[in-house]
């Protein structure tokens, strides 16, 4: 078994190369430690300035993006999830987070990081086969997303999609 700081190090080597999230469990079995000790491996390289994000389907590194980013505020039923995702991906955006706001916490922001279809695919699969309470279910269905986009073209596109389906929140 490796030490500490030699395991940081290769955690931090592989996210530097990874294209897709790598998970705690995936670091464990490589190394040959628990899945806690790689989350406090990767906890003590955020601390140290590492922009390591945590998704759902595991680590990233955040990388300079040439994306635009806006937020958008939107609401909808948990029903309607897979379609306002879907919406937003299949008019050139990726949404990067959803964020709500708590009236004990304040902002709560939980990383999504959802490009492509097949990212869509898995984030409803899993919602669909666990107990979890989606968060904009915490605020009767409104929530933002931050979403990177090419164009503002394509931001506008976005919203008017979004919008003819009813899920913009509009005034």
Same mark, same amino acid.
């Given at each position: 078994?490796?030490?500490?700081?030699?395991?940081?190090?290769?955690?931090?080597?592989?996210?530097?190369?990874?294209?897709?999230?790598?998970?705690?469990?995936?670091?464990?079995?490589?190394?040959?430690?628990?899945?806690?000790?790689?989350?406090?491996?990767?906890?003590?390289?955020?601390?140290?300035?590492?922009?390591?994000?945590?998704?759902?389907?595991?680590?990233?590194?955040?990388?300079?993006? %040439?994306?635009?980013?806006?937020?958008?505020?939107?609401?909808?039923?948990?029903?309607?999830?897979?379609? %306002?995702?879907?919406?937003?991906?299949?008019?050139?955006?990726?949404?990067?987070?959803?964020?709500? %706001?708590?009236?004990?916490?304040?902002?709560?922001?939980?990383?999504?990081?959802?490009?492509?279809?097949?990212?869509?695919?898995?984030?409803?699969?899993?919602?669909?086969?666990?107990?979890?309470?989606?968060?904009? %279910?915490?605020?009767?269905?409104?929530?933002?997303?931050?979403?990177?986009?090419?164009?503002?073209?394509?931001?506008?596109?976005?919203?008017?999609?979004?919008?003819?389906?009813?899920?913009?929140?509009?005034?």
């Amino acid at each position: 078994m490796i030490d500490g700081e030699r395991r940081k190090a290769e955690i931090l080597a592989a996210l530097q190369q990874a294209e897709k999230p790598i998970s705690a469990t995936s670091f464990a079995k490589e190394f040959g430690v628990s899945r806690q000790i790689v989350v406090g491996d990767v906890a003590l390289l955020r601390a140290a300035g590492e922009d390591i994000i945590a998704t759902a389907r595991g680590y990233l590194l955040e990388r300079e993006s %040439e994306k635009l980013f806006s937020k958008i505020a939107v609401q909808h039923a948990p029903e309607q999830t897979e379609e %306002e995702l879907r919406t937003i991906i299949e008019h050139g955006g990726e949404v990067v987070d959803v964020i709500v %706001e708590h009236p004990l916490y304040g902002e709560l922001v939980g990383g999504l990081h959802l490009a492509t279809e097949q990212d869509v695919d898995r984030f409803i699969k899993e919602a669909n086969g666990s107990r979890v309470t989606l968060l904009s %279910e915490l605020t009767g269905g409104i929530h933002l997303h931050t979403i990177a986009y090419e164009t503002l073209d394509d931001l506008l596109e976005i919203k008017h999609a979004l919008s003819e389906k009813g899920i913009l929140y509009e005034e």
